[in-house]
């Protein structure tokens, strides 16, 4: 029998994938140049596949990378001469902070325990923050910032440029595109896609950062934000890309556009509670994020006596789920639920845990 993978990334292929990947090979997608006519048009459905997916402002732009690690260094280089400040609740957004100090910047970090979000009340940013780096979906611990609070943040802070990490996220919440300047996401999350694609967004208010920094500061190579820019214009980019991870992307996002958003974000909504519902009243297991608002839809972490034991007994049933982030391996399980992820596997997942004692 097939295995199915709820672990939070690499997860379970969209369920599309191996129908794609077939066709990709049949017309030969990854062997086509990627200055040709046939990839400019791949590259375009793409693009215009995930502005409508998205519904990102007609101000908003995409560009390719190679993952969320090289966003984050992007952004960096490209969007911030001395200042970022980073709300951090996890590995994920304090990898990103890292990168700012690694890079030399004058990094900040506002903090919140494990399992907790930061309230938008306690913030208060330097005045000569360029920037503030927000994860709208902390992976490792399971907690959402609530979109809400996003939201206070823009109107709080209009002159700083506000960056979203939404890898684990999008596009299974109804995220306003419009409250931040920049956001991220690689494939291998809730896209369900082989890793090794990241997508860039941003809007015309990094470009018009990035043509000021340029004038006095190297903003990188290949990818620049100036340079990805003008390339992705002309439907390319500056390297070769990945190319059948392009491919695939589009035709994911088809697969979704005609699905509908509403039903993704509905779904994710369904799942999620049948599972944080019947688990929350099962001995075994306890919900790691207290407060309800800030519990993860895509990404579910729950405490648990023995962890390689529930992970072991699931996997004779060709259930694979993850294991707590780093230190919390031994006590902590992580469940993905992503659009992929159909609500029959999700029942079968919640009868097969609520039958372990
Ligand atoms: C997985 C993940 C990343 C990193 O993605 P890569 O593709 O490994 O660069 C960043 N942020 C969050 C929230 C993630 O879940």
Same mark, same amino acid.
């Given at each position: 029998?097939?295995?199915?993978?709820?672990?939070?990334?690499?997860?379970?292929?969209?369920?599309?994938?191996?129908?794609?990947?077939?066709?990709?090979?049949?017309?030969?997608?990854?062997?086509?140049?990627?200055?040709?006519?046939?990839?400019?048009?791949?590259?375009?459905?793409?693009?215009?596949?995930?502005?409508?997916?998205?519904?990102?402002?007609?101000?908003?732009?995409?560009?390719?990378?190679?993952?969320?690690?090289?966003?984050?260094?992007?952004?960096?280089?490209?969007?911030?001469?001395?200042?970022?400040?980073?709300?951090?609740?996890?590995?994920?957004?304090?990898?990103?902070?890292?990168?700012?100090?690694?890079?030399?910047?004058?990094?900040?970090?506002?903090?919140?325990?494990?399992?907790?979000?930061?309230?938008?009340?306690?913030?208060?940013?330097?005045?000569?923050?360029?920037?503030?780096?927000?994860?709208?979906? $902390?992976?490792?611990?399971?907690?959402?910032?609530?979109?809400?609070?996003?939201?206070?943040?823009? $109107?709080?802070?209009?002159?700083?440029?506000?960056?979203?990490?939404?890898?684990?996220?999008?596009?299974?919440?109804?995220?306003?595109?419009?409250?931040?300047?920049?956001?991220?996401?690689?494939?291998?999350?809730?896209?369900?896609?082989?890793?090794?694609?990241?997508?860039?967004?941003?809007?015309?208010?990094?470009?018009?950062?990035?043509?000021?920094?340029?004038?006095?500061?190297?903003?990188?190579?290949?990818?620049?934000?100036?340079?990805?820019?003008?390339?992705?214009?002309?439907?390319?980019?500056?390297?070769?890309?990945?190319?059948?991870?392009?491919?695939?992307?589009?035709?994911?996002?088809?697969?979704?556009?005609?699905?509908?958003?509403?039903?993704?974000?509905?779904?994710?909504?369904?799942?999620?509670?049948?599972?944080?519902?019947?688990?929350?009243?099962?001995?075994?297991?306890?919900? &790691?994020?207290?407060?309800?608002?800030?519990?993860?839809?895509?990404?579910?972490?729950?405490?648990?006596?023995?962890?390689?034991?529930?992970?072991?007994?699931?996997?004779?049933?060709?259930?694979?789920?993850?294991?707590?982030?780093?230190?919390?391996?031994?006590?902590?399980?992580?469940?993905?639920? &992503?659009?992929?992820?159909?609500?029959?596997?999700?029942?079968?997942?919640?009868?097969?845990?609520?039958?372990?004692?």
């Amino acid at each position: 029998m097939k295995k199915i993978y709820f672990t939070p990334g690499p997860s379970e292929l969209y369920f599309t994938v191996e129908d794609h990947i077939k066709t990709a090979l049949k017309k030969g997608v990854p062997s086509i140049s990627h200055r040709s006519s046939q990839f400019k048009s791949i590259y375009s459905e793409t693009v215009e596949g995930i502005r409508q997916l998205l519904n990102l402002p007609e101000n908003y732009y995409i560009g390719f990378t190679s993952s969320a690690n090289e966003v984050w260094e992007r952004i960096l280089q490209n969007l911030v001469v001395n200042k970022s400040t980073h709300l951090v609740n996890g590995a994920f957004s304090n990898k990103f902070y890292e990168f700012a100090t690694l890079m030399g910047k004058d990094a900040t970090k506002i903090e919140a325990d494990y399992g907790q979000c930061i309230d938008p009340k306690t913030v208060s940013l330097d005045p000569d923050t360029e920037l503030l780096a927000i994860t709208h979906n $902390e992976t490792s611990s399971g907690a959402n910032q609530t979109l809400d609070d996003i939201k206070s943040l823009r $109107e709080m802070y209009p002159d700083q440029l506000l960056a979203l990490d939404v890898v684990s996220s999008a596009p299974s919440y109804p995220i306003d595109y419009s409250m931040v300047d920049t956001a991220y996401f690689s494939v291998q999350k809730c896209f369900g896609l082989p890793a090794g694609l990241g997508v860039w967004i941003y809007n015309d208010r990094c470009l018009e950062k990035n043509s000021q920094i340029q004038k006095t500061n190297s903003t990188g190579t290949y990818h620049r934000l100036s340079h990805l820019h003008e390339m992705g214009l002309k439907n390319q980019n500056p390297e070769t890309p990945n190319v059948l991870g392009i491919y695939l992307l589009g035709e994911v996002v088809k697969d979704m556009l005609r699905k509908g958003q509403e039903t993704i974000w509905r779904e994710t909504q369904y799942k999620s509670s049948l599972l944080y519902h019947n688990l929350e009243n099962h001995s075994l297991f306890t919900p &790691f994020v207290k407060k309800k608002e800030w519990r993860s839809n895509t990404t579910l972490v729950f405490e648990c006596k023995n962890p390689s034991e529930v992970i072991e007994k699931l996997s004779e049933k060709n259930m694979i789920i993850g294991k707590g982030y780093g230190k919390y391996a031994d006590s902590q399980i992580r469940i993905a639920n &992503f659009p992929t992820h159909s609500k029959e596997q999700v029942e079968l997942l919640v009868d097969i845990l609520l039958s372990l004692n």
